[in-house]
């Protein structure tokens, strides 16, 4: 018997069904592609857009062209030294002029309003089974993070070594400079500087070696008075590591100078210490004892004097000092920006 053919209403069903079919794997597809975290589109053999997901959206900060844009949905792409890269150069049209996968390529996406993304696009050509080129799928990979995170190591290894060798060569200094009434003496000062360094180094370290605030370093190195003796009164300055390290080395010597002739080496002695921003972006911090005996201008070859100047050296201001019968004014003038400013070299 011979076999039944299927009607033409038959054919038409079994067509309706292969196009459904066909239609809900699509769905499908895209539904899989707009919930992956990664950006991914695809284009035809002439390199226009012919499918996007959200994530392009995220990444390029607009909205590409279907059947329009060509080769990229990024607005203007650099290469990874930040060259401009034209889009018939990009990845994508590499990997459907030359029929391979492009691998290996970092990028700069940059966006309508100036933000800009690091990328790494993997642009695969589809080929058909003859090997002629359909289009292409690309996702790309934001390494935004990455990059950053990497540039952050980068820059706290360059600046452990930088002050790694300047704490060197001021403890050199300290040992060098330092004269005491015998071996005791001697150790004890040594010891006291060093302290002082140690703490605003460790301030430092604490905050992450980021800027600093001026109050914290004064919290750390008044400490021993803070509660009796000592006022406090600012507005809120940041200051890098290294006017941390210098600053802290000079309050230091003026907390040692009082706590041994001045304001501080009795119970009634007070200290104050006041700072504001002028109009100019000035610094203008000073250092006032109350109720001493008067103390004379200590002689231009002793070390804590030495260690003052060379502190204000380093912070690149200027100090005045007077020596008045109820104790010691010291006036510290510094650029804001310098001091909240990261040196290098």
């Known amino acids: 018997m011979a076999s039944e053919q299927p009607t033409d209403s038959g054919k038409v069903k079994v067509l309706h069904a292969a196009v459904e079919e066909f239609q809900k794997r699509e769905i499908t597809f895209r539904d899989i592609l707009e919930d992956l975290p990664v950006a991914i589109y695809t284009t035809d053999s002439e390199g226009r857009l012919t499918y996007y997901n959200q994530e392009c959206v995220e990444l ?39 029929k391979r996968p492009v691998r290996g390529v970092e ?16 642009p695969t050509p589809i080929l058909d089974a003859a090997g002629d080129c359909l289009g292409s799928v690309t996702m790309l990979v934001d390494i935004t993070e990455g990059k950053l995170a990497e540039e952050r190591t980068e820059l706290l290894a360059r600046e452990a070594d930088h002050r790694a060798s300047n704490l060197l060569t001021v403890v050199q200094s300290i040992v060098r400079l330092t004269k005491g009434d ?32 001026l109050d914290s370093l004064l919290e750390v190195e008044l400490g021993p008075f803070a ?12 200051l890098s590591p290294q006017s941390a ?34 109009d100019n972006n000035v610094l ?21 004097n030495a260690v003052i100047l060379g502190s204000v050296r380093q912070l690149r201001g200027e100090i005045f000092r007077e020596w008045l019968e109820h104790g010691l004014r010291c006036t510290l003038l510094c650029n804001v920006d310098r001091l909240s400013r990261r040196r290098t070299g």
């Open 60 to 98: 390029s900060g607009r909205l590409p062209v279907l059947g329009q844009d060509l080769w990229t949905v990024a607005w203007k792409l650099f290469s990874a030294d930040g060259a401009p890269l034209p889009p018939d150069e990009s990845p994508t049209a590499a990997a459907l002029r030359e």
């Open 107 to 122: 990028l700069i996406a940059e966006r309508p309003d100036g933000s800009r993304s690091s990328i790494c696009p993997y």
């Open 182 to 213: 015998g071996v005791d003496d001697y150790r004890a000062k040594v010891e006291s500087r060093l302290s002082a360094l140690a703490k605003a180094n460790r301030l430092v370290a604490d905050a992450r070696w980021q800027n600093v605030t």
């Open 227 to 238: 509660d009796r003796q000592v006022e406090v009164c600012g507005t809120a300055i940041e």
């Open 245 to 278: 390290q210098s600053l802290g080395m000079l309050i230091h010597e003026l907390c040692t100078n009082a706590a041994k002739y001045g304001a501080l080496s009795n119970e009634d002695g007070r200290v104050s210490v006041n700072w504001a921003v002028d």
């Open 284 to 304: 203008k911090l000073e250092w006032h004892e109350h109720g001493t005996k008067p103390i004379s201008q200590p002689l231009r070859g002793n070390i804590g």
